[in-house]
């Protein structure tokens, strides 16, 4: 699922207009557009291209706002009405999918998703404001009851759902074919980009910054940063601020496609609407079944991993209790305090981290790049409440009270596939 189909690397170059660290779906985009300006732009990846959480995720193009919810289009949500989050939503995932074809990679593209409502009052919180979002929004979304899951839906979902939203404008895809895509995209472009670089420590000079790597040295005129979840310590800014939270994905062995067929009927992805959110889906090539949630708290075992996916999904496709999984992987993403994308500038080092989503981080790249390229003091500065973590240094606390809120997180999203 995360192969490297990346096809080249550069050697460091001593100097650069831009240096961006992470490759990752941020600093990608960001590349593609920087270099697309004009700018000499390098990017440094401590692994490989999208070998974090961009190439180990479960490849949702989701149209829903992180966040912003399915309420009033009118409320105030996060200082913003929700009709605005949802509306920048759908621009940035068309920007991507703009990219994807610019790119021309095979990324396994697929349209359509279920979005499974636990209870009653979910489901018609869902379905009374369908038809009106989609007149707002210009989408295609349409509610089905309990009655008619059958028809997206296998296993047990009748008698564990009370309906679902299909959104018809979200997209799903192998996460590590696109990534390489864009890669390639920005390559393309004149961007250079330095795998299994890893840096370690930055240092003002009269150039701009000098960047030290375990491959020589490095100045550029601005450094950018979008190391998420794996933002180090010579970043303590972002460190202090930024916490890797594993995200679980595994994928089954391979099956008869007739019954991977009969789970998944139309062959899009299911999201559990809930707090924590949890999904599953087929393989681009219908052989696979694939799980995917956020239940580890700190890193565990795959073999840890996977019982706890097949505990959660094992009611709905109870067949999913006797499968095999070949393969678990695990991308680290980065969990802010107020569990939003934050970007800006910290002494001379341009940074952004946090944002949700493959959308999402696109949307970033490309804002970062405006940013960058018209040298935005002004919305550089404009992110000054970025909470710390409390209790950073002493990680084993912190861990544990993360665990404690994920447990209340399950209660308030109250589904009956725990």
Partial sequence: WDGHPFDATSPLPERCDTLIVGGGQTGIVTAIELARAGQSVTVIESNHVGSGAT???????????????????????????RKAWHRDRLAAQRYLLRLIEESGV?????????????????????????????????????????????????????DLFAGALVLGNTHHVQPAKMIAGLANLARKHGAMICERTEVTGLQSCREGTRVKTNGGDIIAQDVLLTTGGYTKEFAAFLWNRTLGVPSIVAASEELPREGVAEMFPTGRVLLVNRVRG?????????????????????????EADVRALKDYFKRLFPEVASMEFTHCWTG???????????????????????????????????????????????????????????????EHLLWRGIAMSAGLLDLVGRSRLR
């Fill in 55 to 81: 190439g180990r995720s479960m490849g949702v193009l989701s149209t829903p706002a992180a966040g912003a919810g399915f309420g009033d289009p009118d409320d105030i949500v996060h200082g913003r009405p």
């Fill in 106 to 158: 095979d990324c396994d593209l697929r349209e359509g998703a279920v979005l499974l409502a636990p209870t009653k009052s979910n489901y018609r919180k869902l379905a009374d404001t369908v038809e009106a979002r989609n007149v707002l929004y210009g989408t295609n979304d349409y509610a089905i009851p309990a009655s008619e899951l059958g028809a997206e839906v296998g296993g047990n979902a009748r």
């Fill in 278 to 302: 949890f999904s599953c889906r087929p393989s681009p090539d219908g052989s696979r079944m694939l799980l995917a949630g956020p239940l580890a708290q700190t890193p565990r075992s795959p």
């Fill in 332 to 394: 680290m993403i980065a969990a802010t305090r107020d569990a939003q994308g934050h970007a800006g500038a910290h002494n001379g080092t341009w940074y952004s981290v946090g944002s949700s989503g493959l959308v999402s981080c696109a949307d970033a790249g490309r804002r970062m790049a405006q940013n960058i390229l018209h040298s935005d003091a002004i919305a550089a500065a404009a992110d000054k409440k970025f909470p710390r973590w409390p209790l950073r240094s002493s």
